[in-house]
């Protein structure tokens, strides 16, 4: 269990970098805004409550993951139904990887989403 933790935190930090490189090139658009917004967390980094300069907010980090984890099962959908449509290019090994891929990162993301839960309810609960 400790090895699919340590598997998932790197996974994480991978694509949080992979975000810090791309939220520069894009400037920060599409980012969720409004309220329930996950954008709503980003004056939380930096030193006093400011963001740091360059660095992805976790809101940011956040959105961007839900949507790579969506844009992964939307590919895994795709391919199965041109699998069962009989399509030559979309073989069974393909299918399959695909598949795997996509339980991969959404087992990943509810871990998370747990793990936020557990955190935020550990909070609350602290004495005054």
Do not use: C, H, W
């Not at 658009?29 to 954008?39: D, I, L, M, R």
């Not at 979309?90 to 993301?109: E, H």
């Not at 747990?114 to 550990?122: I, K, S």
Request: zero cysteines; hydrophobic letters at 40%; glycine letters at 14%.
């Amino acid at each position: 269990m400790t090895d699919a933790i340590a598997s998932v935190l790197s996974q994480i930090r991978s694509y949080q970098s992979q975000m810090g490189s791309g939220a520069a090139s894009m400037g920060g658009v599409g980012a969720p805004t409004g309220p329930g917004a996950a954008g709503g967390l980003s004056g939380l980094g930096g030193a006093g409550g400011a963001p740091a300069v360059g660095a992805p907010s976790f809101g940011d980090a956040l959105g961007n993951a839900l949507k790579k984890v969506n844009s992964l099962q939307s590919e895994t959908r795709d391919l199965q139904g041109a699998f069962e449509r009989g399509d030559p290019n979309a073989d069974l090994a393909r299918v399959m990887v695909a598949a795997q891929a996509s339980s991969v990162a959404f087992r990943a993301t509810v871990e998370v989403r747990n793990r936020l839960v557990q955190a935020y309810q550990d909070v609350m609960n602290m004495p005054l």
